[in-house]
């Protein structure tokens, strides 16, 4: 069975900073893995999708990068700002036409 | 394009009551899922549909049905409300599984068994 781990489960950096939030999951054997967004009371903003055969992807301030071998991912937030505040989730496509999740990792960025 | 249509975004029932929790999507996707989000335990998959007539259970599947008559539309069941049902409830549809195939979420139904 697929298991997600995030760490940390919480990060609170002054605005301007790099951060990396961590994703691992058990089983290599995966077909891609998206990270979410989601706002306090909302629901999952797709941010990037990582095919199981890519080790990076990115998009404007964010970069996920994949190694699959290794079972983890990261997401790469550069030059912080208050408006990245919310849950970041790391969802898992094993092939079994579902997602296993992490259970986020809450980002506060203070002004 | 709307995606993934969730109603009601809210509702409160009385334990012992059901409900219908609709969800609908307009992008033709194959796969379908419910989740359930709670405090401290992440969203956890209740059941999935990976086409029209077929449906099967996930973690949690027990108290809600479901049934997939048509493409668009996979909707969840509560047959008789307990508190212990009070959550957030997320659907999701995808194209399949293949390595290109992400996830679009719908915006959630808030639900509070009393």
């Known amino acids: 069975k697929q298991e997600v781990t995030q760490i940390p489960a919480a990060l609170s950096v002054p605005e301007g900073e790099n951060l990396v939030l961590n994703c691992s999951f058990t089983d290599s054997a995966i077909y891609n893995l998206q990270w979410f967004r989601q706002d306090p009371g909302k629901g999952l903003t797709s941010l990037l999708l990582i095919q199981s055969s890519q080790r990076e992807q990115t998009s404007g301030r964010l970069n996920a990068s994949l190694d699959k071998s290794s079972g983890r991912s990261t997401l790469y937030i550069a030059a912080s700002q208050p408006g990245d505040s919310a849950t970041y989730l790391c969802?898992?496509?094993?092939?079994?036409?579902?997602?296993?999740f992490g259970k986020g990792t809450m980002l506060l960025v203070s002004p | 394009n709307a995606g993934v249509t969730q109603t009601p975004k809210f509702q409160v029932l009385k334990t012992g009551q059901s409900m219908t929790l609709q969800c609908a999507q307009d992008?033709?996707?194959?796969?379908m899922s419910w989740y359930r989000q709670d405090p401290g335990m992440g969203l956890r998959l209740i059941h999935y549909?990976?086409?029209?007539?077929?449906?099967d259970q996930g973690e949690v599947p027990n108290g809600y049905n479901v049934s997939r008559s048509t493409t668009e539309d996979f909707p969840l069941r509560l047959l008789s409300a307990a508190p212990s049902q009070t959550s957030v409830y997320f659907c999701?549809?995808?194209?399949?599984?293949?390595?290109?195939?992400?996830?679009?979420f719908g915006s959630g139904t808030r639900l509070t068994v009393v």
């Open positions: 992008m033709n996707h194959e796969y």
């Open positions: 549909s990976v086409g029209a007539g077929i449906t």
């Open positions: 999701a549809s995808s194209p399949g599984t293949g390595i290109l195939d992400g996830y679009t």
């Open positions: 969802a898992v496509n094993s092939g079994y036409s579902t997602l296993t």
